[in-house]
């Protein structure tokens, strides 16, 4: 590391993304991501993702209020995900200066982080080739040939209820159960023109979404997100409940094999809970939420997540 002193983070967040009256109520209640972070030693400062400019000039630069935010090595953390294409081609630009730069973008964690940090339809390719259970997907073409979707939805997934949702976003957002083929068509075609791009899978009756955290190759934590009643999405920002729990049968084993296959030191894999062989989800790397954990696994999480960051800022000098 260099010098004394706490190692600066930038967290790039995208107020955007949300209701302004929302945004007030975040600033308010604050972070206890950013409060522990503080906690463990790190110097962490909260930038939006509108006031930055990014450029090259002698060196890769982002440019906030007459400052750089690259003049000095820190480690970045972006929050990548977004409903509007403008947001998403700028932060594009933004996590592309600095992977250009001497710091280090500690949201990439992954081997390809642009085909694989994100897109779930390329999470399910891959972890598929591993052996996971997967379900059958179907991505949705653009604009007026998005219909096609429902001939394939026809020919390749079992008959409905259906689950739409955008390849690449978080929290639940956008996270459709459409049970007949109407709605499906009418949801495809009120999709369509977002350009979110978005993947069609059968909904599959579960128990809960099981997120597997992976720390150096080694399973130390799991959490278990249920929906709440007559509700079908099991993530807590969407009224979902989270318990500490033990993952069953070989998950722990194949979320290790996972992260081994994705060079990832830290990984959170999720799992459908379904019948007696969990079906792969999704993964997230260092922005998953462990706050629903408690006692000793939420430590654990913490520890291995503060190692993580120190371990990589301190790995590139
Ligand atoms: N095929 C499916 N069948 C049944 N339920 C599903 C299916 N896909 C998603 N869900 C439910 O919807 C929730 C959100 O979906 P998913 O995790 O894919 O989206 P997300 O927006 O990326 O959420 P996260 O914030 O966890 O990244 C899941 O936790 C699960 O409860
Ligand atoms: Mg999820």
């Not at 503080?38 to 110097?43: N, P, S, T, W």
């Not at 200066?97 to 897109?119: E, F, K, M, N, Q």
């Not at 399910?124 to 040939?145: D, K, M």
């Not at 249920?226 to 807590?236: C, F, I, K, S, W």
Request: net charge negative; aromatic share 6%; proline share 7%.
């Amino acid at each position: 590391m260099h010098g004394a002193g706490p190692a600066p983070l930038v967290w790039i967040t995208t107020p955007d993304n949300y209701d302004p009256r929302v945004q007030e109520r975040l600033k308010r209640e604050g972070s206890g991501r950013v409060d522990m972070l503080r906690a463990a030693g790190f110097d962490v400062r909260v930038v939006h993702s509108c006031d930055i400019v990014p450029a090259w000039n002698g060196r890769p630069r982002l440019l906030h209020d007459g400052d750089d935010l690259l003049a000095k090595r820190a480690g970045f953390l972006v929050t990548s995900w977004t409903w509007d294409p403008g947001i998403a081609r700028h932060l594009e630009a933004v996590v592309r200066t600095i992977r250009a730069s001497d710091s280090v973008l500690l949201t990439d964690g992954t081997l390809d982080p642009d085909g694989l940090g994100t897109d779930k339809l390329a999470m399910y390719h891959h972890a598929a080739s591993l052996g996971a259970p997967v379900l059958p997907t179907v991505s949705v073409p653009f604009g007026r040939y998005a219909r096609r979707a429902l001939d394939a939805v026809r020919s390749e997934l079992p008959e409905g209820p259906y689950v739409v949702k955008p390849r690449s976003m978080a929290m639940g957002f956008g996270v459709l159960k459409a049970d007949t083929p109407q709605h499906l068509a009418a949801t495809v075609d009120l999709l369509a023109p977002s350009g979110l791009g978005c993947l069609v899978q059968p909904h599959l009756p579960n128990t809960g979404d099981l997120r597997v955290y992976v720390s150096e190759g080694k399973t130390v934590a799991a959490l278990l997100r249920r929906p709440g009643d007559e509700a079908y999405l099991a993530n807590v920002s969407q009224g979902g409940s989270g318990s500490v729990h033990e993952p069953p049968g070989d998950t722990a084993a194949s979320s290790e094999r996972l992260a081994r296959s994705l060079e990832a030191d830290y990984l959170c894999v999720d799992w459908l809970l379904a019948g007696d062989r969990p079906v792969f989800n999704e993964w997230m790397t260092v922005l998953a939420g462990y706050e629903d954990l408690k006692g000793a696994p939420r430590l654990r999480v913490e520890a291995a997540l503060v190692d993580h960051i120190r371990h990589r800022l301190s790995a590139a000098t």
